[in-house]
T-cell receptor, first 114, second 109 residues
Framework: KAGVTQTPRYLIKTRGQQVTLSCSPI?????VSWYQQTPGQGLQFLFE???????NKGNFPGRFSGRQFSNSRSEMNVSTLELGDSALYLC?????????????FGPGTRLTVL | GQNIDQPTEMTATEGAIVQINCTYQTSGFNGLFWYQQHAGEAPTFLSY????GLEEKGRFSSFLSRSKGYSYLLLKELQMKDSASYLC??????????FGSGTRLQVQP
């Protein structure tokens, strides 16, 4: 079974631009979570989607948004990029997003904002 | 709030045993995960504890004490490929994972 895939793997943008990242979960997984990883803050939870609905949200500004499609694929968007948005963005999928479900991570998208 | 602490760095010798500790203070605790992350790669799942006690999986074992807010990951027969960051993550009532900053383990010959 294929793992979680994310595209693109690397991205360079400039301040003020917007960016869209894509995540395809493991087949059969319906929950998709997004995380931001930086050297200073570690892994921080952005949001979780299940059945095309945002079910859970972390403490990030409204510039960060996402959505999920009927095939469970998910996208996240960051508008008005800031230098501090440079990070590795990781997507993780799980079966139902239940408390006992294990999350499996994709390889990440490394975003650099210049 | 949510708080998870783990040592920043550890060094151990090939063939030895190392224990990586993690303490947590979270609301609505629903289990403790350990992930391994090699540089430039995604975290990979190692173990999950929701009840007190030891879970053994090959060379890796994980322990949880809910009353003490404490967990550890035990790595036996260390290999050079075990050099990586080890992330402790607590699942809260809202299903999100709160991660510690990670422990960078360096295995030396």
């Amino acid at each position: 079974k294929a793992g979680v895939t994310q595209t693109p793997r690397y991205l360079i943008k400039t301040r003020g631009q917007q960016v869209t990242l894509s995540c395809s979960p493991i087949s059969g997984h319906r929950s998709v979570s997004w995380y931001q990883q930086t050297p200073g803050q570690g892994l921080q939870f952005l949001f979780e989607y299940f059945s095309e609905t945002q079910r859970n949200k972390g403490n990030f500004p409204g510039r960060f948004s996402g959505r999920q499609f009927s095939n469970s694929r998910s996208e996240m968007n960051v508008s008005t990029l800031e230098l501090g948005d440079s990070a590795l963005y990781l997507c993780a999928s799980s079966l139902e997003g239940l408390r006992t479900d294990t999350q499996y991570f994709g390889p990440g998208t490394r975003l650099t904002v210049l | 709030g949510q708080n998870i602490d783990q040592p920043t760095e550890m060094t151990a010798t090939e063939g030895a045993i190392v224990q990586i500790n993690c303490t947590y203070q979270t609301s609505g605790f629903n289990g403790l995960f350990w992930y391994q992350q090699h540089a430039g790669e995604a975290p990979t799942f190692l173990s999950y504890n929701v009840l007190d006690g030891l879970e053994e999986k090959g060379r890796f074992s994980s322990f949880l004490s809910r009353s003490k807010g404490y967990s550890y990951l035990l790595l036996k027969e260390l290999q050079m490929k075990d050099s990586a960051s080890y992330l402790c993550a607590a699942r809260t009532g809202r299903r999100a994972l709160t991660f510690g900053s990670g422990t960078r383990l360096q295995v030396q010959p």
